[in-house]
């Protein structure tokens, strides 16, 4: 059977105007090959490793955070079908025990090992939990800013992820009396 000439392939509407050619820095494919520049770290060290803690239990997507639905994908099983205008109860379930175990039992780690760790805090987390954000302080740790929501902003607007990121730093100066990175 002859193929159909007249077929053709349809480009999607680009619905994105930052997307695509738009984009005004290049991909590197090459980067530094052979021979990388040597970052002489202290004592000869071959290796840096940094803990970090992302705390953003409570701010994910959920319609008990208002949003028309609950978050089916960053959770630590499969996908699950979304949950439009109803709660996710088992993936509430793995955020909560970030909030209420795990992040206590991290914490009790480091600080037995006396290393400080990076908390990637999203602020409506923090608002959720004070007696962690006191944790985070007491134990030397350091705060640094991780967005006021833990949601997927691929599709947010410019306007309304600039007001969270106000929001959030408003949020880290009254919680922890400081702007992140600023210690003020
Ligand atoms: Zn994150």
Known sequence: MAMDSSFTFEVPENGDPLRSTKYDF???????????????????????????????????????????QSENMLWEQA?????????????????????????????????????????????????KNPAVVEAFASGGHEIASHGYRWIDYHNVGSEREKAYIRQQMQCLKTLTGAYPGTGS
């Open 79 to 127: 996908h699950i079908a979304p949950r439009l205008g109803e709660r996710a109860v088992n993936v509430e379930s793995d955020y909560d025990y970030g909030s209420r175990r795990g992040v206590w039992r991290l914490l009790n780690t480091l600080e037995e090992h006396d290393y400080p760790a990076t908390i990637y805090a999203v602020g409506m987390a923090l608002e």
């Open 26 to 68: 290049a991909r590197d494919h090459v980067g530094f090959g052979r021979h990388p520049p040597n970052p002489e770290w202290p004592n000869g060290a071959k290796i840096a490793v940094s803990f970090v803690i992302n705390y953003e239990e409570g701010a994910e997507r959920t319609v008990l955070n208002g949003d028309a």
